[in-house]
């Protein structure tokens, strides 16, 4: 089934007499609608995201702080 599909759409793209393949190939409209749409989610899930990292960066008096140290064979950790 997949090496007749590819057949059939090289067949369709090397035949010159075929109109529906350049106005195929050759479509602003539909590239530039595959280009915008994908960034415009992008943009709509990054702007809540942001917005929600510069919301969670502010630094508040926190009532224990730990520290954890990563040392080649072994951790050490430093409770204050």
Known sequence: LIWWLLYVICDNFLDNSNNLVFNFTH??????????????????????????????????????????????WYWSYEIS
């Open 27 to 72: 479509a602003s409209s539909i590239e530039i609608i595959w280009t915008t749409i994908p960034a415009l989610i992008l943009l709509s899930l990054a702007s809540p995201s942001f917005s929600l990292l510069y919301s969670l960066d502010e630094i508040t008096n926190p009532e224990i702080t730990l520290k954890i140290f990563g040392h080649q």
